[in-house]
């Protein structure tokens, strides 16, 4: 059974500022099947990186997504304020189907 | 537009039954390469994928949850059912369905997502 993990749990930024988040896998990622969400207080996850590198539809420039296998990478090149949420990274392929990570919570400094 | 919204009970006791019902527009559970799933968040927690249908009928299921899962789907009606058995209070969650291409790695379109408690 394949495990993400997700460092670091909190990271404290400010606006203006470069948010690197980091996704682990217990085991390599099929075909870099890796999703990234942002998820904000009493709403939905909302997908913002699918196949790991790729942005979904509406998703503005400043988020990218990169890696492969094991490791994998959510960078927000410069937080704006409706950017302070939780983010969540997601697995597709290996059992169980989909796997999501603890997710990291990016908080106002 | 695809949008998808939940219904359901709000309030189950233990060793009930939950049925929640998906209803979506936008798209037809019908055309290739589409699928609707079920993801759990208990409050305050990670998210947790439950089950996946497939507009061919091909079902998948978390396999810590599997005997306890039946999901069903009524494309005319454009519903997605999700069936849980033997409700406990570790079960108390918001229950999402969601969107997803068979060729991409997320579910793209979510619903609001509905809040389930599991008490006596």
């Known amino acids: 059974e394949i495990v993400l993990t997700q460092s670091p749990a909190t990271l404290s930024l400010s606006p203006g500022e470069r948010a690197t988040l980091s996704c682990g896998a217990s085991?390599?990622?099929?075909?870099?099947?890796l999703a990234w969400y942002q998820q904000k207080p009493g709403l939905a996850p909302r997908l913002l990186i699918y196949d790991a590198s790729s942005r979904a539809t509406g998703i503005p420039d400043r988020f990218s997504g990169s890696g492969s296998g094991t490791d994998f990478t959510l960078t927000i090149s410069r937080l704006e304020p409706e950017d302070f949420a939780v983010y969540y990274c997601q697995q597709y392929g290996s059992s169980p189907l989909f796997t999501f990570g603890p997710g990291t919570k990016v908080d106002i400094k | 537009q695809i949008t998808l919204k939940e219904s359901g009970p709000t309030l189950v006791k233990p060793t009930q039954t939950l049925t929640l019902t998906c209803t979506f527009s936008g798209f037809s559970l019908s055309t290739s390469g589409v699928g609707v799933g079920w993801i759990r968040q208990p409050p305050g927690k990670a998210l947790e994928w439950l089950a996946l249908?497939?507009?061919?009928?091909?079902?998948r299921y978390s396999p810590s949850l599997k005997s306890r899962l039946t999901i069903t789907k009524d494309t005319s009606k454009n519903q997605v059912v999700l069936t849980m058995t033997n409700m406990d209070p570790v079960d108390t969650a918001t229950y999402y369905c969601a969107h997803r291409r068979r060729d991409r790695s997320g579910f793209d379109y979510w619903g609001q997502g509905t809040l389930v408690t599991v008490s006596s």
């Open positions: 085991q390599s990622v099929s075909s870099s099947y």
């Open positions: 249908i497939y507009w061919n009928d091909d079902k």
